[in-house]
């Protein structure tokens, strides 16, 4: 038994929902710019044209453009991709650019920027402030899975294994019809390159890079792919580049439970809290609340069934700051007390609601309009990439005669998140196996010093990652501790924030293990 894939995106760091046919995936994914066709020079030799971005109610000086890159770089004659990009212009002298990556993967920067680009205004003493949307990504020939049938959770494959794998396979082949050429050239190593072609574009010599949560996987293989081109690098929230899907997802339960408890224990001390005024029943009423819906869904903003499945997705978004915490709980009240999905959903989709576009018509290469955006380019898109970065691929047997051991393992991280998080476990079955770059050759960077941000009390990206990478990358890598909470600490910690733009200004970075608390971010 299996359900329709949400056209619902779901914003998370790097949990696995959604399907992608990578059934034609590149084999010269690892080759950089040195070994690769010397024709690659017309793509670093162009210039982006900037104009004002199209719209209504955007930012007056908010310009938007592209860039050309090679379908596949180890063949860049057998066709192109546009890539959208937006910047803020500098306001003081201009140095150069920042690139921006807000993570995902499958998240667009451009309506990300849109969002939140006044966090990043006093960069503009010295920079551009760019932002791209990735290959495959937002108007940049956007995947899609269209109607591929899929698991809801884990507990599907349970009751008819069999079954269940033979829909993956089946939903992967959906994911590639209606994609088109870009997605077996999807994936981190590809969109690292691009990168590289961005810098060449906005006339830098170096990249100066600015990533967060995946974007910090982002950055870490541009410093193994493109050393003598790294500039002034941070990377916030810092991901593995070695632990398999399995463990990801483990300690994204765990993170995300933590997350909840302490939610829950701010909620009921409010009144208005939909669980009550007891932490403990309150904790058994989202259980509660996330199995009714599972067993008996409500109709949604979009028409499809709001389920269990799609409240853990939005909760998970919810738990990223306390700042959210509020909105958070308004929304589960009209949920709760309404039946109205409207506001809970907006955490999933980050209030948008594109119309998606014609899946007969297959991509061109070119960027496509806003409301032609696929409803499922997130999911979509974030499974490609996990999937392509991904080497390892265990087989049907395999996966079943595991499934009961990670079951219990996944059900004692968090009896809300567990099952939907190893729902993202199993979800590259049948897909062919990713690069084995990321793990086996991003290490040891012979870069300048990179400025690595890791929160305590992140609920995405625990704080032994940002050690295990910076370990793992070697001398290059300075580690700023933020003993606060929530996800990255750039837009919540004052104190991280002065310490980032520090470095990015002025190349002052500060010692290796120094750390910001709350204290700091006292006026």
């Known amino acids: 038994m299996s359900a329709h894939l949400s056209p619902r995106p779901t914003l998370r760091r790097c949990a696995v929902i959604g399907a992608a046919g990578l059934v034609l995936l590149g084999t010269g994914l690892t080759a950089t710019k040195d070994n690769a066709d010397p024709d690659l020079s017309r793509f670093y030799e162009q210039k982006i044209t900037w104009a004002k971005c199209p719209g209504e109610e955007l930012p007056k000086d908010l310009q938007c453009g592209k860039v050309t890159v090679p379908l596949d770089y180890a063949h860049p004659g057998a066709g192109t991709l546009d890539l959208a990009l937006a910047r803020f212009r500098a306001t003081g002298e201009k140095r150069g650019s920042v690139l921006l990556n807000f993570g995902g993967p499958g998240g667009a920067g451009v309506p990300e920027f849109v969002a939140g680009g006044k966090d990043f205004m006093e960069l503009t003493d010295g920079y551009d402030i760019v932002t791209f949307d990735p290959r495959g990504v937002g108007r940049s020939s956007p995947v899609s899975c269209g109607d591929a049938s899929l698991p809801d959770d884990s507990t599907e494959i349970s009751r008819d294994p069999q079954a269940v794998l033979d829909d993956?396979?089946?939903?992967?082949?959906?994911?590639?019809?209606?994609?088109?050429?870009?997605?077996?050239?999807?994936?981190?190593?590809?969109?690292?390159?691009?990168?590289?072609?961005?810098?060449?574009?906005?006339?830098?010599?170096?990249?100066?890079?600015?990533?967060?949560?995946?974007?910090?996987?982002?950055?870490?293989?541009?410093?193994?792919?493109?050393?003598?081109?790294?500039?002034?690098?941070?990377?916030?929230?810092?991901?593995?580049?070695?632990?398999?899907?399995?463990?990801?997802?483990?300690?994204?339960?765990?993170?995300?439970?933590?997350?909840?408890?302490?939610?829950?224990?701010?909620?009921?001390?409010?009144?208005?809290?939909?669980?009550?005024?007891?932490?403990?029943?309150?904790?058994?009423?989202?259980?509660?609340?996330?199995?009714?819906?599972?067993?008996?869904?409500?109709?949604?903003?979009?028409?499809?069934?709001?389920?269990?499945?799609?409240?853990?997705?939005?909760?998970?978004?919810?738990l990223y700051s306390e700042d959210l915490w509020p909105l958070l709980e308004r929304a589960l009240a009209a949920l709760v007390e309404e039946g109205d999905t409207h506001a809970i959903e907006a955490f999933a989709t980050g209030g948008a609601a594109p119309l998606g576009r014609d899946e007969t018509e297959e991509p061109d290469g070119g960027l496509v309009d806003e409301q032609d955006i696929p409803l499922d380019n997130l999911s979509a898109a974030l499974m490609a990439i996990n999937c392509a970065d991904d080497p390892d691929r265990p087989t049907g047997e395999q996966i079943i005669g595991d499934l009961d051991r990670l079951t219990a393992e996944f059900d004692e991280a968090s009896p809300v998140f567990g099952s939907y998080r190893l729902n993202g476990v199993l979800l590259c079955y049948g897909r062919p196996k990713g690069t084995d770059y990321i793990r086996d050759d991003v290490k040891d960077v012979d870069t300048p010093k990179m400025l690595l941000v890791g929160t305590r009390g992140d609920p995405a990206t625990p704080y032994r990652w940002t050690e295990e990478t910076a370990e793992r990358l070697g001398s290059s890598a300075v580690v700023l501790d933020n003993k606060g909470s929530g996800h990255t600490g750039y837009a919540s910690s004052k104190c991280v924030h002065r310490k980032v733009d520090t470095f990015l200004l002025y190349g002052t970075l500060p010692p290796d293990g120094s750390s910001c608390g709350p204290e700091d971010d006292r006026d």
């Open 168 to 318: 993956l396979k089946k939903a992967a082949a959906t994911c590639a019809r209606n994609s088109g050429p870009v997605l077996p050239h999807i994936g981190t190593v590809n969109a690292s390159r691009d990168m590289d072609v961005m810098r060449a574009a906005v006339g830098d010599k170096k990249l100066n890079y600015l990533g967060f949560s995946y974007g910090t996987r982002l950055g870490a293989v541009y410093a193994a792919q493109f050393p003598d081109k790294v500039g002034r690098f941070v990377l916030d929230g810092v991901d593995t580049l070695t632990e398999p899907l399995t463990e990801q997802e483990l300690a994204s339960a765990r993170g995300q439970q933590k997350a909840l408890d302490e939610f829950i224990n701010w909620c009921v001390k409010d009144i208005a809290c939909p669980f009550g005024q007891d932490a403990r029943e309150a904790r058994k009423h989202v259980v509660q609340l996330v199995d009714s819906l599972d067993q008996d869904p409500v109709p949604s903003a979009f028409g499809e069934p709001f389920t269990g499945q799609d409240l853990v997705a939005a909760l998970g978004q919810g």
